[in-house]
C-alpha cells in the first residue's frame, strides 16, 4: 500500500519561500508510470492544482503559480518537494502531495500539511 | 484559463438520488477524462469516479459518473441517498496543455 507524508514549517514568513517535502513509502517512487504533484486548498475553498513532476524530471506548472514555483524528485530518497518563493497570506492552505495517474485520477494523497503565512 | 463549474450545493434525503453537474468553461468535456472525489471534513479527497465513469474498488455502485456532449459537461449521480454521503465532491480533468484542473466543488448534505 503506497503512502505518502507531507513533511516542512508549518509557518512561513510572508515574502518567503515555502518548502514543502513528500516522503512516498510502500513503493518506489520510480516504478510505473506515474507522476507527483502538489495539491492545496486554501480553509473553507477549493482544490488547486499546483504541478506535477515526472521521476525523468519532467515538470508542468499552474500557470497562475508557475513564476513562483518549482517541484523537484529526489530518486534516492523516494521524495519529491515543493518550493514555493515570495509568499503572501493568500499562499496559507492545506497542502496535499498526491500521485496521479497520466490523463487520469489521483489515486494516493497524503494527509495534507496546513502552512500559514504570517509574520 | 480552463474552468469546471459545479453546484455550490446540493442537499437530498435520504433514499433519494442527487446529481452534481460539472461543466467545461471551453474545448470538449470529452477530450480528457473526468474524474470525481469526495472529500469529508479534516480529510483528504479519495476518488468515487475515475475515466469518467470508473469506480475504484470499494466505492459502492450507488455512485454513477457520466458525460454529456451536448452540455459539455460531466455529472455524478449519488442513488439510495445516505447520511454517510454528505461531504464535498470535486470534479477533476485536463485542460488543453494536459495539466490538473478541479471544479469548484459542491457541498451535498442529507437532510
Known amino acids: 500500500q503506497v503512502q505518502l507524508q507531507e513533511s516542512g514549517p508549518g509557518l512561513v514568513k510572508p515574502s518567503q519561500t515555502l518548502s514543502l517535502t513528500c516522503t512516498v513509502s510502500g513503493g518506489s517512487i520510480s516504478s510505473g508510470s506515474y507522476y507527483w504533484s502538489w495539491i492545496r486548498q486554501p480553509a473553507g475553498k477549493g482544490l488547486e492544482w499546483i504541478g506535477r513532476?515526472?521521476?525523468?524530471?519532467?515538470?508542468n506548472y499552474n500557470p497562475s503559480l508557475k513564476s513562483r514555483v518549482t517541484i523537484s524528485v529526489d530518486t534516492s530518497k523516494n521524495q519529491f518537494s515543493l518550493k514555493l518563493s515570495s509568499v503572501t497570506a493568500a499562499d496559507t492552505a492545506v497542502y496535499y502531495c498526491?500521485?496521479?495517474?497520466?490523463?487520469?485520477?489521483?489515486?494516493?494523497w497524503g494527509q495534507g500539511t496546513l502552512v500559514t503565512v504570517s509574520s | 484559463n480552463f474552468m469546471l463549474t459545479q453546484p455550490h450545493s446540493v442537499s437530498e434525503s435520504p433514499g433519494k438520488t442527487v446529481t452534481i453537474s460539472c461543466t467545461g468553461s471551453s474545448g470538449s468535456i470529452a477530450s480528457n477524462y473526468v474524474q470525481w472525489y469526495q472529500q469529508r471534513p479534516g480529510s483528504a479527497p479519495t476518488t468515487v469516479i475515475y475515466e469518467d465513469n470508473q469506480r475504484p474498488s470499494g466505492v459502492p455502485d450507488r455512485f454513477s459518473g457520466s458525460i454529456d456532449s451536448s452540455s459539455n459537461s460531466a455529472s455524478l449521480t449519488i442513488s439510495g441517498l445516505k447520511t454517510e454521503d454528505e461531504a464535498d465532491y470535486y470534479c477533476q480533468s485536463y485542460d488543453s496543455s494536459n495539466q490538473g484542473v478541479f471544479g469548484t466543488g459542491t457541498k451535498v448534505t442529507v437532510l
Open positions: 498526491a500521485r496521479g495517474i497520466p490523463a487520469a485520477n489521483f489515486d494516493y
Open positions: 513532476i515526472y521521476t525523468s524530471g519532467s515538470t
